[in-house]
């Protein structure tokens, strides 16, 4: 039997810069954080059997992608405290990911909105992809 989770009922929130988070509205799609390590290379003549020796040094929260259902007239989306205001502001924000698991598992970080890519369908309803640049360390399960 799987233990697998379903991904209905994730929240995505954005702080309000004040402590509180609202949850993003409509969203349909989440990713999680992109985390990396910068790796160096270090190898020398004295490289054991000629293999590239490698170190790690700073690490990369990366970026978050989503999307959403567009609207243009939720406070979430637009307005002075949506994502694009937060976009055109350069605004940094605290953002949450609650997952829909037992543990309610939380991803939480500070991120500035650096990218938006609307979509408008003949048939279908406004869409929006968006990006957050993680800034700092993020916390993690």
């Known amino acids: ?6 991904g209905y009922g994730t ?4 702080g309000d810069g004040i402590g509180g988070y609202t949850t993003v509205a409509e969203v349909t799609e989440v990713g999680s954080p992109k985390v990396s390590a910068n790796m160096v290379d270090v190898t020398n003549m004295m490289s054991t059997s000629g293999w590239r020796e490698k170190l790690p040094t700073l690490l990369d929260g990366g970026d978050v992608s989503f999307k959403v259902n567009y ?3 939720d406070a979430t ?3 002075t405290a949506g994502f ?3 976009l055109k502001n350069r605004t940094r924000r605290s953002w949450k990911i609650i997952l829909p698991d037992a543990g309610t598992t939380t991803w939480v970080f500070d991120a500035y909105v650096s990218g938006f890519e609307g979509g408008i369908p003949l048939d279908g309803v406004l869409t929006a992809s968006l990006t957050l640049a993680i800034t700092g360390a993020p ?3």
């Open 139 to 141: 916390t993690l399960p």
């Open 11 to 14: 929240q995505l929130q954005m």
């Open 77 to 79: 989306h637009d307005g």
């Open 1 to 6: 039997m799987s233990n697998a989770v379903h």
């Open 71 to 73: 609207l243009p007239a």
């Open 84 to 86: 694009i205001s937060l």
